[in-house]
């Protein structure tokens, strides 16, 4: 009798830890930025920093920001991760550039020219560790 009755306490048992991490795991889910601006127009809104922001505040949000959206962090979101921490990499190179932040502040991206940026379609997940 002793022998069914921990059987069933370790049974009652697996099923809550099982519940409990699929909770954690919604948790973690709603946590991410889901959020964040759809367009790339709004470079400062993207890295979540106002048009006032300092190198180092822009550098701060950056960086934040792409550790939490690198593609080896989001496997359940691999496709939007990428697609993101593009985005971030865009956005902070055009903002820790003082030209072409003048230039972006003053006629958005379309003030930018093409020179700003690349041709190389995987450029932008590398530019992630150009910038020390």
């Not at 920093?49 to 593609?71: E, F, G, N």
């Not at 006629?107 to 093409?114: E, K, V, Y």
Request: charged share 25%; no cysteine; aromatic share 8%.
């Amino acid at each position: 009798m002793e022998s069914h009755s921990n059987s069933m306490l370790w049974g009652t048992y697996v099923i809550l830890v099982i519940a409990m991490r699929s909770r954690l795991a919604q948790a973690a889910q709603s946590r991410l930025p889901h959020n964040m601006p759809a367009r790339d127009d709004d470079l400062y809104g993207l890295l979540g920093v106002s048009r006032a922001a300092t190198d180092a505040d822009i550098r701060k949000a950056y960086l934040q920001a792409a550790l939490r959206w690198h593609p080896d962090k989001n496997p359940d979101e691999q496709e939007r991760a990428e697609d993101m921490f593009k985005r971030l990499a865009r956005a902070y190179h055009v903002l820790s550039s003082a030209r072409l932040r003048a230039a972006y502040d003053q006629s958005g991206l379309t003030g930018l020219g093409a020179e700003a940026w690349s041709t190389d379609p995987g450029s932008s997940m590398d530019m992630a560790f150009d910038y020390p």
